[in-house]
């Protein structure tokens, strides 16, 4: 739910034709969600599996490591940046050889980014981290007494079209880069011969209930390889692995690598 209104409604292309002041009042919250919040334990665990000697290390006989995530936060980006840093200022007492350091390629954010803003005329898409990415987005913010009011018919506040976000290349309305509901997925070709190809599938903090990507641990365990399921709760899937407990605590210990490493 978002301010009384069904989430899932709103990540719609139909339901931004017909209301984008309403959707980008929806995404402009998660925006700044997202900006306020921080990787955690979980994030980092998964982006120091990125490097070539950490992996080497968790899993010797692995080829490779692909991070495929649903999220659209940001967070596992900015991860792989904090993991990434800390490597470079440790080289400066200690090199590490360059090949040595996370691999961005690793990570897919399968239902695009949030920050990114796409032109819904030319196409045109840039990462914008502004706050708020336009003055009508925060005055309409303002404005809400409350999140649950916020969602009422009778407190909507309709922006103009004119003043929601423009494309800085065409002048258009721009919308979120982000898959919604009914949208196909860019990178699926390359991710379902990541899955096929995979042995082992790392289930970490979700309902699996969305698909296509609900159905990527099934397909590993139906191509003979395993999964280990990380989430607050017992699922009802035949998994080899299940850690039940905050992936924050689980994940790390799991795979034997602390915030500090």
């Known amino acids: 739910m978002w301010r009384s209104l069904d989430a899932i409604s709103l990540a719609?292309?139909?339901?931004?034709?017909a209301n984008p002041s309403l959707v980008w009042q929806f995404c402009?919250?998660?925006?700044?969600?997202?900006?306020?919040?921080?990787?955690?334990?979980?994030?980092?665990?998964?982006?120091?599996?990125?490097?070539p000697s950490v992996l080497s290390r968790v899993a010797p006989a692995a080829k490779s490591f692909h991070l495929i995530t649903q999220n659209?936060?940001?967070?596992?980006?900015?991860?792989?940046?904090?993991?990434?840093?800390?490597?470079?200022?440790?080289?400066?007492?200690?090199?590490?050889?360059?090949?040595?350091?996370?691999?961005?390629?690793?990570?897919?954010?399968?239902h695009g980014r949030l920050f990114d803003v796409r032109c819904t005329e030319c196409n045109h898409s840039v990462p914008d981290f502004t706050s708020p990415l336009c003055p009508a987005l925060k005055e309409a913010d303002d404005q809400h007494a409350d999140v649950i009011?916020?969602?009422?018919?009778?407190?909507?506040?309709?922006?103009?079209?004119?003043k929601l976000p423009r494309c800085t290349n065409c002048g258009s309305l721009t919308r979120?880069?982000?898959?919604?509901?009914?949208?196909?997925?860019?990178?699926?070709?390359?991710?379902?011969?990541?899955?096929?190809?995979?042995?082992?599938?790392?289930?970490?903090?979700?309902?699996?209930?969305?698909?296509?990507?609900?159905?990527?641990?099934?397909d590993v365990l139906s191509n003979g390889g395993s999964v280990a399921v990380f989430n607050v709760e017992p699922v009802e899937d035949d998994v080899q692995f299940m850690f039940v407990g905050g992936c924050e605590v689980e994940l790390p210990k799991a795979l034997g690598l602390s915030v500090d490493e």
């Open 28 to 51: 402009h919250y998660r925006r700044e969600k997202a900006l306020q919040a921080n990787p955690n334990a979980a994030h980092i665990a998964l982006a120091k599996l990125m490097t």
């Open 149 to 162: 009011q916020a969602g009422h018919p009778e407190h909507e506040i309709n922006i103009p079209i004119e």
């Open 72 to 110: 659209v936060d940001g967070l596992s980006t900015r991860a792989l940046r904090m993991v990434h840093e800390a490597q470079t200022q440790a080289s400066v007492t200690s090199p590490v050889p360059e090949a040595d350091i996370p691999n961005p390629a690793s990570l897919i954010e399968m």
């Open 176 to 218: 979120p880069d982000v898959v919604w509901f009914g949208e196909e997925v860019p990178l699926l070709p390359q991710i379902d011969q990541l899955v096929d190809e995979a042995d082992l599938c790392l289930v970490v903090g979700t309902s699996s209930v969305v698909y296509p990507a609900a159905g990527f641990a099934s």
């Open 12 to 17: 719609t292309p139909e339901a931004f034709e």
